[in-house]
């Protein structure tokens, strides 16, 4: 793996006005992974991406609008369902969304004639990540400002609702046993759920604040990395509630943590966006400086594709894609 310094991103997508969340589908629905989706003020668009790394027929990256969704207030979150797939009839696309007026809004479409929104109100305050139930996609949760994590069904019920110590950073859903959740809080403290119980089952503590966003690492889940202050921070469950690795990565307070979906050794983190431009960096578990460097104008949102060690991030008018050298 070569070192590589500050660099422009390897492709970008024209798109309008500013995007604040984008996220690839994270799920291995039939031809469903190049799934691709971005929010801004007013829509959601949703199409595919082909990238030259998979298709010598592409050159660079080809972006093909399936269905522009009107939103009508700024997208904060999204999350896809494990339900979306492209390669039977009728197609399904389903993803939720956390808006800013603190509304998860639920999207389903057969991108023809079927088209629902169902609204899902209860948080009183931001909401600042939500996820999918990976395995049936039947349920969502949310963490909010509001010191809660809440469980919604795909009919728009609250289902459960626990306190948090203090505020719902992020929150992820174990890949196989369903009735674990991880819920990282403001904090700096991390903890594990027992859906059944209700019950904390673990938790860690990075030591430091704000943590502002966490990952579990799907493909290895001992693995949970964080953004804490300036720092990463990465925790080995099995061997202590204390990081066992951190560094200083952001001057100006780190944003956003996400693991690769290709290898377990990726991860990327963003900085808070600063008067012009958000910083990228992609760091290798083995290596002590980050693989890459980039930004990206007003960035935000930070998102991997599910097989290619490929990463995005929302802009200004544009999308910008990261190929890191493996």
Same mark, same amino acid.
């Given at each position: 793996?070569?070192?590589?310094?500050?660099r422009s991103a390897s492709y970008t997508v024209a798109c309008e006005g500013c995007v604040y969340v984008v996220e690839f589908n994270p799920f291995e629905s039939g031809s469903?992974?190049? *799934?691709?989706?971005?929010? %801004?003020?007013?829509?959601?668009?949703?199409? =595919?991406?082909?990238?030259?790394?998979?298709?010598?027929?592409?050159?660079?990256?080809?972006?093909?609008?399936?269905?522009?969704?009107?939103?009508?207030?700024?997208?904060?979150?999204?999350?896809?369902?494990?339900?979306?797939? *492209?390669?039977?009839?009728?197609?399904?696309?389903?993803?939720?969304?956390?808006?800013?007026?603190?509304?998860?809004?639920?999207? =389903?479409?057969?991108?023809?004639?079927?088209?629902?929104?169902?609204?899902?109100?209860?948080?009183?305050?931001?909401?600042?990540?939500?996820?999918?139930?990976? =395995?049936?996609?039947?349920?969502?949760?949310?963490?909010?400002?509001?010191?809660?994590?809440?469980?919604?069904?795909?009919?728009?019920?609250?289902?459960?609702?626990?306190?948090?110590?203090?505020?719902?950073?992020?929150?992820?859903?174990?890949?196989?046993?369903?009735?674990?959740?991880?819920?990282?809080?403001? %904090?700096?403290?991390?903890?594990?759920?027992?859906?059944?119980?209700?019950?904390?089952?673990?938790?860690?503590?990075?030591?430091?604040?704000?943590?502002? %966003?966490?990952?579990?690492?799907?493909?290895?889940?001992?693995?949970?990395?964080?953004?804490?202050?300036?720092?990463?921070?990465?925790?080995?469950?099995?061997? %202590?509630?204390?990081?066992?690795?951190?560094?200083?990565?952001?001057?100006?307070?780190?944003?956003?943590?996400?693991?690769?979906?290709?290898?377990?050794?990726?991860?990327?983190?963003?900085?808070?966006?600063?008067?012009?431009?958000?910083? *990228?960096?992609?760091?290798?578990?083995?290596?002590?400086?980050?693989?890459?460097?980039?930004?990206?104008?007003?960035?935000?949102?930070?998102?991997?594709?599910?097989? *290619?060690?490929?990463?995005?991030?929302?802009?200004?008018?544009?999308?910008?894609?990261?190929?890191?050298?493996?």
């Amino acid at each position: 793996m070569k070192q590589e310094g500050s660099r422009s991103a390897s492709y970008t997508v024209a798109c309008e006005g500013c995007v604040y969340v984008v996220e690839f589908n994270p799920f291995e629905s039939g031809s469903s992974a190049n *799934l691709l989706a971005y929010g %801004s003020n007013q829509y959601v668009v949703v199409g =595919t991406c082909r990238f030259q790394e998979e298709d010598t027929e592409v050159k660079g990256v080809e972006f093909t609008t399936l269905r522009i969704f009107h939103h009508g207030v700024r997208v904060d979150g999204l999350a896809w369902s494990p339900e979306s797939r *492209l390669d039977q009839l009728p197609r399904i696309i389903r993803f939720c969304t956390a808006a800013a007026d603190r509304k998860l809004r639920l999207f =389903t479409s057969d991108l023809q004639d079927r088209h629902e929104v169902k609204e899902m109100e209860g948080h009183t305050d931001n909401i600042n990540h939500l996820v999918f139930e990976p =395995t049936e996609g039947k349920q969502i949760a949310s963490v909010s400002d509001d010191l809660t994590c809440r469980l919604w069904d795909l009919e728009g019920n609250q289902t459960t609702s626990f306190l948090l110590h203090s505020p719902g950073m992020s929150v992820c859903w174990h890949p196989e046993e369903v009735f674990k959740l991880m819920v990282a809080e403001k %904090s700096g403290v991390v903890r594990f759920y027992d859906l059944v119980t209700q019950q904390a089952i673990l938790s860690l503590d990075s030591g430091q604040t704000p943590l502002m %966003s966490a990952d579990w690492c799907l493909t290895n889940t001992i693995k949970v990395g964080a953004v804490v202050g300036n720092d990463w921070v990465i925790w080995d469950i099995t061997c %202590s509630s204390y990081p066992q690795e951190s560094r200083p990565s952001h001057v100006d307070r780190a944003r956003l943590f996400r693991w690769s979906r290709a290898n377990e050794n990726l991860f990327a983190t963003t900085g808070c966006p600063g008067k012009i431009s958000s910083q *990228l960096l992609v760091h290798h578990l083995g290596h002590p400086q980050p693989v890459t460097i980039g930004s990206s104008v007003v960035g935000s949102g930070l998102s991997w594709h599910r097989t *290619l060690p490929l990463c995005v991030v929302g802009g200004d008018r544009k999308l910008s894609f990261w190929v890191t050298e493996m």
